[in-house]
């Protein structure tokens, strides 16, 4: 055991002895002063979006990655050894930097909080290979959330940002293209931006460290093994040790609950992969969800839509598809989708293995079927390429994931529903999903119904017919308000669900609404045809 | 000297084993205490008291141990006696320094303001709203703290308390005199008419809590110094100077703020920053030592005023073609416990009720409800925005009863340019070629009439999505009706070198007003713009600071700054022309002297016929000319008699007009806005475009969120303010898809023309989206003329329950219809059978 870690905090080392393991980096910034202004002031509520730092990681398939992630989420050992960066060093170390010019340029009119959070989310987004159209400029800042944000100067000065990072990318894949070092650009392994965060980015390799085992001042510890019998180990050792994953869930009573023993996933490798089967997708529990969505939720598009209106950016860079599931929250969005793409959870002990199908996972009470000493190992998706459909029977499968919240982004859902039909060539449906969370004290499925709707053709009677039993079935049974709402939504949800998917050949979603008529979501921020953009910067 | 401190066992070696014995005698006098103080010279480790100083000196000292924490034991009944109160167990706990109920402060000192008896800082013997602070816990730390805050016990004798603003209605629980305001003979109107030109009905607007920061306070209380002084945030520090002092007994100029910028405005106002700085300096001033009180969210949620809560009662007598003649409208307000702020919100909500729209016979009442809830508080466009949603309101309604588009009904009903026909019920001139030309620029701009018909087509294709329109003027008097209020300082120093830095009389809030002084003080010297140095307003500088809040702050400030920069130029140019006279230009007018491009005079500079700007500086240094200014304007003429009802309160009005456009998802009563027009006056500068479109925003998107999300928690319930998930600030994911802006020069002289009255003005521009959501239910309803009730805050359970009440509604009508039909059929069928 150590009682000490240490940490790059703006470029230099930042050593920390012996403070306590729920103590958040937030808390130790403002208590550093560090903070704008002072540490008088107590961080911000992560719902109200959160004091973000940026943090340079690997992500999923091994490229260097700068995350926006918010501070006072994170326990203070989970950073050892990692390398952050808060806005206003970055401001300092590089003040030429086209972020930092373009936001100085804009009237935005925010503090310094604000502006950190959108300075570090543009930031982050700079330097996103994949960040390419308009639709996705809202999902990168949905973590900004004020009574009193110029939206329109916002989203002008991100969308003058990534047209430029476009530019440049594109410019530099020209030159690599013919000097052969194109891989390099997608490894995320050659500075195409020439500015000092770009080389320090590219020449990022996490620490080779040993283990983690920290001891604070109190005698609470934090482990973070490297592999998954060590964890194992260790969870063996201390029974009433928690488990943490990113800690966007822990992170919220940070400094008011206190741990013994905290065990983080984040290091171990056997959790940190994503693999693409022939079959399946599987996705290590220790995933961020941003990794998922880049990755699984470009080709399972319900998972990719439900992902993007996960909390918020900052949240999704660090909270992770086991840690999700594992904490079998009433309302978890993701669960019932998971239960509509029938995909499995593994688990796994020290006595040996075992999986699921996603729906047994839970169990009453908002508990799930983990024994002690058991973590979840990963999730498998399955593919329904259409050689696997045909296996199964089925000619097309559609599949939709629909969260109702009060506020788009940064909110608690109110309820979720994930629904999934199997077709035969004929219309027929061979197989039904239908999944509720949010409703009860775990996700329901409404089994009756859906074992009703299994030989009827898919059209508007159809679902007339089974919507009595998806009624009976799902009843509102927790005391979280808006029952009537809910009992409602348990209705108009699959309804809607049909309404986007009436067709039976295809899985291509009926726009509903009409936002794309004012939101273009599919216009590049940067056209390379459309020649001398004058708005760029 | 600290030889004879260390080595005297029998005095007191710091200053916490004073506050113990303090502690003891409950009912010691606070002001002998406090200046007492001065005489002490201690220091927590018994060293040299001038270490401390000089340490002082270096920066303030911020590490855990040197403050004292602060916590509060809330109430968490709204209404209740309290039976019993015991801290003698939560004394004892280790690391507590002290714990204060009302009656170790005694009467006299538990006053917020010595001139409001019914305002105490602490609850007495009975308690007045939820989360009403009873004990004032000091420690060292906050473990210590909360330790002892959950050894505290009081006993509850729980009472009803008065919760809404109908329960008071009915109890006859009002602040003061109903106020009026009176044109015409409404009555006399309402007797000629017949049923069916009379119209009726009520209308309720929520008071949502403000999303907000917790606040904190740091008062740093040397000992050695008479003087206390508050760290705060606050959008009045005035205010909080003027209670701190009232509360200590001590002369307001012994009162040293440091008023922190704040984050988002609104976010803390102004009693309740009061009552927070008097608390901590409570402790600070019992433990002798410097305190720091931090909220936690739940606290703040539950100690900060939310906006006023309104019930609307409304009588019109109309002609058919929608015009109203007359108008009997009753205001009530929730004023919460006591009315800090609220006299002015209700005065504004009557002066804003005719909103832009001429009625000949007009009665407006208005009532301050009393409840057991926090004091309401003093946010942008309050009353504003309660006054003219009322009439927005009518308006709206009536346009679906007559079943007459509404823009018809707005537009036969607006100001006209007529003698009797163009001021308000109160008597102020209203420009209402100003109304009409924002109006149509709106329908114009936004193309409002190609629109509703496209709106309509593609309704007639969605069952289950629908959209509306709505364009709804805007009307907003410039300027606080407390006349005393609308003045600004500032102060601006030329430095030796030519540089030149301004205190605003203004708390920062981020808004872009540094921005904007910075523009107008760089244009007025000609210098460029990095020379200028824009700091938050400082008490010590500009004391009489204009609160943040006010519909005119920046421009009054703006005003002020110029004023300043008017006097230095007049003191500068008599330099210039003695400093030109010595190079040989004998012949030179004192008004002819410019200051542009860097330089001062009358031409170029290689003829000697100017100087550069430092050289002058330079010149007037020597000459020993004043350079530090403090600009002070106050808006000329504005009385407001409240008992009377009339007056002319506002320097002016600011005009604007907005279109929404928006989307109802009928499976989930999601709302998407989806385009948002503004139009709205700006300042008169050309080049503020910008910070003006900001300030546009920002006040539009509180309006927003005001009718669309954010949640209106109960106020007898201090769990229902926990601040998780089921926050309603709209976030960037809700904004409006497409935002269109245009900006106006306002009409008129430019000279009387106020500043830039965009800070606040818009949020009442957020009604549109409220019209919106009514024109795309109405589709719903295949526009029948049926009664929309959509609440406020329009969330999405609320607007499917809406979307259900008027298919019932719809579903009644038809019932009646075929049983009117059936009934009429029986005769003529039965008819040979009889």
Known sequence: MQSWFTFELNGAECRVDGVATNKTLAQFLADRGTWPEGPCFAPTDSWAGGDLVLLATIDAVGRPKYRAVDATLLFLPMMAGQDIWTWEAFCLMDPGHTVVRAMRAASLECGPRAEARLGLLLVEGYYRQDLRWMGQLREQLDGIVTRTANWRAIERVARQIFAKAERMRHEAEQIAQASGVGKLIQQGRLDVFDDIFSRHLVAYYPEDDEDLSYVDESKRRFYRPKTLVELLQLKNQYPDAEVIAGGTGMGQTAGKSEWETLISTEDVEELRVIRKEPNHWEIGAAVTLTSVGETVGRDVGPLGKLLSRFASRAVRNRATLGGNLAIAATYGQIAPLLIALDARVHLTSLEGERDAPMAMFFDRGGKSILRPGEVIRSISVPRFTESILEKRGSQSRLCDAYMVTLRRSLCEPLMTGAFAVELAADGTVKKAWIAYSGVSDRPLRARKAEKELVGRKWNEKAIMQVLPSVNQEIKIEDDRGNDDYRRQLVITLFQKFYFQHPKVADDVAVELGAASEFAHPEQPFFDALALGDKSVL | ?834
């Open chain 2, 1 to 834: 000297m600290s030889d004879d401190l260390k080595n005297n066992d029998s005095a007191p070696t710091s200053p916490f084993e004073v506050a113990e014995s303090d502690k003891v005698s409950a009912d010691s006098d606070f002001t002998e205490m406090a200046s007492a103080a001065g005489l002490r010279i201690e220091s927590p480790d018994g060293s040299d008291p001038f270490e401390l100083d000089d340490q002082a000196a270096l920066g303030p000292v911020r590490t855990e141990g040197d403050d004292l924490t602060v916590m509060l034991l809330l109430s968490p009944h709204p209404a209740a006696t309290i039976v019993r109160k015991a801290g003698a167990e939560a004394r004892e706990v280790e690391g507590v320094e002290a714990v204060l109920f009302s009656e170790d402060l005694g009467k006299d000192l538990n006053r917020l303001m010595p001139w409001r008896p019914d305002d105490p800082i602490l609850a007495e013997d009975e308690v007045l709203y939820c989360g009403q602070p009873i004990a004032i816990i000091v420690g060292k730390t906050t473990a210590a703290c909360r330790e002892a805050r959950d050894k505290i016990e009081v006993d509850y004798h729980n009472a009803p308390g008065i919760l809404s603003i109908d329960h008071a209605m009915a109890m006859q629980s009002f602040h003061g005199p109903p106020r009026e305001v009176t044109r015409g003979d409404s009555n006399a109107v309402f007797a000629k008419s017949t049923p069916d030109t009379v119209f009726e009905g009520t209308f309720a607007i929520s008071g949502q809590l403000p999303g907000v920061r917790p606040p904190g306070v740091r008062i740093n209380f040397r000992p050695g110094e008479r003087a206390i002084n508050v760290e705060v945030r606050t959008e009045s520090p005035a205010r909080v100077r003027a209670a701190v002092a009232a509360a200590f007994k001590l002369p307001e100029s012994e009162v040293t703020i440091v008023a922190l910028p704040l984050e988002n405005s609104g976010t803390v106002s102004e009693m309740e920053a009061a009552l927070i700085a008097v608390l901590a300096a409570t402790a600070a001033m019992r433990c002798r030592w410097s305190v720091r009180l931090r909220l936690d969210a739940k606290e703040t949620a539950l100690l900060l005023g939310r906006r006023h809560a309104a019930n609307a009662s409304f009588k019109i007598a109309h002609d058919a073609k929608g015009r109203i003649l007359a108008a009997d409208l009753r205001i009530a307000l929730d004023a919460g416990y006591t009315v800090s702020d609220s006299e002015t919100v209700l005065d504004r909500a009557i002066l804003h009720s005719d909103s832009a729209y001429f009625i000949p016979d007009f009665t407006v009442k208005g009532q301050l409800c009393k409840t057991s809830s926090v004091t309401s508080a003093n946010l942008p466009a309050e009353g504003v925005a309660q006054g003219t949603w009322v009439m927005e309101e009518i308006v709206s309604r009536l346009a679906i009863r007559l079943r007459i588009p509404v823009e018809k009904i707005r537009e036969a009903n607006f100001y006209r340019d007529k003698a009797g026909q163009n001021s308000t019920h109160y008597g102020q001139p209203v420009n209402s070629g100003a109304i009409n030309r924002v109006w149509t620029q709106a329908r114009r701009r936004s193309g409002y009439d190609e629109r509703s018909k496209a709106i309509a087509k593609w309704n007639r294709k969605n069952a289950s999505f629908k959209r509306g329109i709505g364009l709804v003027p805007m009307k907003v008097g410039i300027g606080d009706p407390r006349s005393e209020r609308n003045e600004g300082t500032a102060q601006v120093q030329i430095m030796n070198d030519g540089s030149i830095r301004v205190h605003p009389g203004v708390v920062d809030v981020f808004d872009g007003l540094n921005t904007q002084i910075q523009h107008d003080v760089a244009v007025s010297f000609g210098i460029p713009i990095g020379q200028i140095s824009v700091f938050t307003g400082n008490p010590e500088t500009t004391p009489h600071m204009t609160a943040r809040l006010g519909v005119d702050t920046t421009g009054l400030v703006l005003k002020a700054v110029a004023d300043a920069c008017k006097t230095i130029q007049e003191r500068l140019r008599t330099v210039a022309l003695q400093m030109l006279a010595a190079r040989g230009n004998m012949e030179i007018e004192l008004e002819a002297i410019r200051f542009g491009g860097g330089h001062v005079g009358i031409g170029e500079v290689s003829a000697g016929r100017s100087l550069t700007f430092t050289e002058l500086i330079d010149g007037a240094f020597r000459r020993r000319v004043n350079l530090t200014q403090i600009g002070f304007f106050r808006a000329p003429n504005l009385w407001w008699d409240r008992e009377v009802g009339a007056g002319w309160p506002f320097s002016g009005y600011a005009y604007g007009a907005a279109v929404v456009e928006v989307q109802i998802d009928a499976f989930t009563g999601e709302i998407d806005v989806m385009r948002v027009d503004l139009v709205h006056e700006g300042s008169p500068a050309p080049d503020q475009a910008d910070r003006d479109e900001a300030q546009f925003m920002r006040a539009f998107a509180q309006g927003q969120g005001w009718l669309l999300s954010e949640p209106n928690r109960a106020s007898d319930d201090p769990d229902s303010f926990l601040t998780t998930g089921d926050e309603g600030i709209p976030g960037l994911s809700d904004a409006p898809i497409q935002i269109e802006i245009d900006r106006l020069r306002p009409m008129g002289e430019l000279s009387a023309v106020p500043g830039a009255p965009c800070s606040e003005a818009p949020v009442v521009l957020a009604m549109a989206v409220r019209e919106a959501i009514r024109d795309a239910i109405s589709a719903f309803s295949g526009r029948k003329s049926v009664n929309i009730d959509i609440s406020i805050p329009a969330s999405p359970p609320e607007i499917l329950m809406t979307l259900r009440d008027v298919s019932r509604q719809i579903s009644e009508m038809e019932k009646a219809r075929r049983y009117e039909a059936e009934a009429n059929a029986v005769p003529n069928t039965r008819a040979p059978q009889t």
